[in-house]
């Protein structure tokens, strides 16, 4: 039975690029949320997806978006990147009527 | 309101001791607090987990203690070793009354001596 997985490993963007972030949720789950994690900190909520549909988003600003299709996977998009966009991006799968939040192993991206 | 506040920020332990991370909340529409084991360059793997409505849960080496009037929980590791050396952190949702992300604690670095 496959955990979270997320693709790719490691990222490296110019300031100004696009990027997108993949997930595939633990089997079973129908919850994909996604967090950024700088260096030395906590994750910090971005937002979270249930049935195709962004059900609650943290204080991050609209250059983050997110896409959740009918298989549960799940993508992650930052535009305009900015340096301080430099961070572990971590997905979380859970169902959603239950509180576990299973982590993947996180995207490094790094932006110059 | 909606931090979760995490000390200390490191933590050094001789092997076979007991560390102790503790974590103060202020939400008390909270409902479940987890705590994550997190290795360099990797993701956070849930350890153990409580609700408040029991004191204590004990999972092998790890225990939650939780006080709801106080509004704090801490972990212990008893018996800590080397391999137990990552950081840790605290977290909390209250998934019942509509908060379904994780708010997580700064984290606390904890380092094992053989």
């Known amino acids: 039975d496959a955990g979270v997985t997320q693709s790719p490993t490691h990222l490296i963007k110019t300031r100004g690029q696009q990027v997108t972030l993949r997930c595939s949720p633990k089997s079973g789950h129908d919850t994909v949320s996604w967090y950024q994690q700088a260096l030395g900190q906590g994750p910090q909520f971005i937002f979270q997806y249930y049935e195709e549909e962004e059900r609650q988003r943290g204080n991050f600003p609209d250059r983050f978006s997110g896409h959740q299709f009918p298989n549960y996977s799940s993508e992650l998009n930052v535009n305009a990147l900015l340096l301080g966009d430099s961070a572990l991006y971590l997905c979380?799968?859970?169902?959603?009527?239950?509180?576990?939040?299973?982590f993947g192993p996180g995207t490094r991206l790094t932006v110059l | 309101q909606q931090q979760v506040k995490q000390s200390p920020q490191s933590l050094i332990v001789q092997k076979g001791g007991i560390s102790i991370i503790n974590c103060a909340y202020e939400?008390?529409?909270?409902?479940?607090f987890p705590w994550y084991q997190q290795f360099p360059g990797k993701g956070p793997a849930l350890l153990i987990a409580?609700?408040?409505?029991?004191s204590e849960k004990k999972e092998g080496r790890f225990t939650i203690s939780f006080n709801k009037s106080a509004k704090q929980f801490s972990l212990h590791i008893m018996d800590s070793q080397p391999g137990d050396s990552a950081t840790y952190f605290c977290?909390?949702?209250?998934?019942?009354?509509?908060?379904?992300?994780?708010?997580f604690g700064t984290g606390t670095r904890l380092k094992v001596l053989a």
């Open positions: 939400n008390t529409a909270f409902d479940y």
């Open positions: 409580i609700r408040p409505d029991v």
């Open positions: 977290a909390a949702n209250g998934l019942r009354s509509g908060t379904y992300k994780y708010i």
């Open positions: 979380a799968s859970s169902l959603s009527s239950g509180d576990e939040q299973f």
